[in-house]
Structure formats: structure tokens, C-alpha cells
């Protein structure tokens, strides 16, 4: 059997990497293609699940808003705690042995939160070299006119300081690069967004397809 199709998703939190990945999904499942995501975020999650309920009262798999934001100093400790104790591979071998438990039954793999590139072994050569996969780097961006009506583009910017120093790395290194137009809360309007974004993927995948010897996305 062919080994999956890996894409990892790049780009700031609120860059909307996980309604890409439902478009996506669409589009594939309408060619046959069986999808699965895939998050480093949720290898955390578990990990630390029953120390969160235990303690706090708190299932971070399955809470609210608030609640998340009650126990995120701890998420992002004990994450980063763990990524520098291992030099980056505590979460990806975690998510690997996931992966490598399902793969048969996965046509496209896709891992929603590739967000560092840090250290030799790290999430980017993790999706580029060890699974020879593809890597998209999204971004969101809005316009903002001056007070004399004059627009420019703006793009949303990270949430900590962590994303500000690691996304650039992974962004400067993605094979992909997609600019996402915020279009508001409207349902329709963000699907018709996202469509037309992953319609430029496919146009760029089956591009660089033949040349690096990827399977086609469109014909299953």
C-alpha cells in the first residue's frame, strides 16, 4: 500500500489553519481521498489531561473557551518544557506513533500546527524530510484605510512572543505560502474564501506534482 500524502499547516494562531483543513477535507473526500487531521496541540492535551482534571477540574480536551484560558500558562510551560528537555521531539514522536498506527487507513495525512523550527530536529524537518511531506504556511490578513481613505494591507499579528520569533522561521521555510482574506464571521463568506484558497493549493500542488513525484490530489 502507498504510504499517505503529509501536509503540515503553518501560520499564526486565529490564521484559520483548522477551516483550511475542512475545506480541504471536502475537496478530497470528493475525489475519494480518506483525510485525517492530525495536531501536535492534541498530543499536549492528552498528555496533561489527567493532571487538568485532577488539579484544576478541567478536561483540556473537551472545555470551554474560559476554561482554556484558565489553564493555558500551564499548556504553553509544559510544552515548552518538554520540547527543550528533548530538543524538539517529545510531541512529533508522540504524534508519530498515532500516525503510524493509522496510516493504513489514511490516504492525506494532515497536521494542522507545525509551528517551529528550532532545533535540528524539529517540527519543519520532521514534515519535510522524515515524512517527505508538504508544508503550507497560511496567513490572514485585512485591509485598513487611513484617515484620508487610502487602504493597506494588514496582517494579523502572533499572540505571544513565542509565536513572533518562531513563525517567521517556519514561514521562510514553507513550500507554500497562502494569503487568507478576513472576510468577517459570515459562514459563506468564509467558506467562499477558503475554497478559493484551497483551489490555489491544488493549482500549485499539481504544478510541482509531476516534478517531485507526487500522487495527484485531483484523480484517485
Given at each position: 500500500?502507498?504510504?499517505?500524502?503529509?501536509?503540515?499547516?503553518?501560520?499564526?494562531?486565529?490564521?484559520?489553519?483548522?477551516?483550511?483543513?475542512?475545506?480541504?477535507?471536502?475537496?478530497?473526500?470528493?475525489?475519494?481521498?480518506?483525510?485525517?487531521?492530525?495536531?501536535?496541540?492534541?498530543?499536549l492535551k492528552n498528555d496533561v489531561?489527567?493532571?487538568?482534571?485532577?488539579?484544576?477540574?478541567?478536561?483540556?480536551?473537551?472545555?470551554?473557551?474560559?476554561?482554556?484560558?484558565?489553564?493555558?500558562?500551564?499548556?504553553?510551560?509544559?510544552?515548552?518544557?518538554?520540547?527543550?528537555?528533548?530538543?524538539?521531539?517529545?510531541?512529533?514522536?508522540?504524534?508519530?506513533k498515532k500516525i503510524n498506527s493509522?496510516?493504513?487507513?489514511?490516504?492525506?495525512?494532515?497536521?494542522?500546527?507545525?509551528?517551529?523550527?528550532?532545533?535540528?530536529?524539529?517540527?519543519?524537518?520532521?514534515?519535510?524530510?522524515?515524512?517527505?511531506?508538504?508544508?503550507?504556511?497560511?496567513?490572514?490578513?485585512?485591509?485598513?484605510?487611513?484617515?484620508?481613505?487610502?487602504?493597506?494591507?494588514?496582517?494579523?499579528?502572533?499572540?505571544?512572543?513565542?509565536?513572533?520569533?518562531?513563525?517567521?522561521?517556519?514561514?521562510?521555510?514553507?513550500?507554500?505560502?497562502?494569503?487568507?482574506?478576513?472576510?468577517?464571521?459570515?459562514?459563506?463568506?468564509?467558506?467562499?474564501?477558503?475554497?478559493?484558497?484551497?483551489?490555489?493549493?491544488?493549482?500549485?500542488y499539481e504544478n510541482e506534482r509531476?516534478?517531485?513525484?507526487?500522487?495527484?490530489?485531483?484523480?484517485?
Amino acid at each position: 500500500m502507498e504510504k499517505p500524502i503529509y501536509i503540515g499547516l503553518s501560520g499564526l494562531a486565529g490564521t484559520g489553519k483548522d477551516t483550511f483543513y475542512e475545506q480541504l477535507k471536502f475537496r478530497l473526500n470528493k475525489n475519494l481521498y480518506r483525510v485525517k487531521r492530525y495536531s501536535l496541540g492534541d498530543c499536549l492535551k492528552n498528555d496533561v489531561k489527567k493532571w487538568c482534571i485532577d488539579k484544576y477540574s478541567i478536561d483540556p480536551t473537551n472545555c470551554s473557551r474560559e476554561e482554556k484560558n484558565f489553564i493555558r500558562p500551564f499548556l504553553v510551560s509544559h510544552a515548552g518544557i518538554m520540547r527543550a528537555m528533548s530538543k524538539g521531539k517529545y510531541w512529533i514522536n508522540a504524534l508519530q506513533k498515532k500516525i503510524n498506527s493509522e496510516k493504513e487507513q489514511v490516504d492525506v495525512a494532515v497536521i494542522t500546527d507545525i509551528r517551529y523550527n528550532e532545533y535540528e530536529y524539529d517540527e519543519v524537518n520532521w514534515i519535510k524530510e522524515d515524512l517527505n511531506g508538504i508544508l503550507v504556511h497560511l496567513r490572514r490578513y485585512y485591509i485598513e484605510y487611513n484617515v484620508s481613505g487610502i487602504p493597506s494591507t494588514k496582517y494579523i499579528m502572533p499572540i505571544n512572543e513565542d509565536e513572533k520569533k518562531n513563525d517567521p522561521a517556519v514561514k521562510g521555510v514553507s513550500d507554500l505560502s497562502i494569503d487568507i482574506y478576513d472576510v468577517g464571521e459570515k459562514k459563506d463568506d468564509i467558506k467562499q474564501e477558503m475554497d478559493e484558497k484551497v483551489s490555489e493549493f491544488f493549482g500549485w500542488y499539481e504544478n510541482e506534482r509531476e516534478e517531485n513525484g507526487w500522487k495527484s490530489l485531483t484523480q484517485n
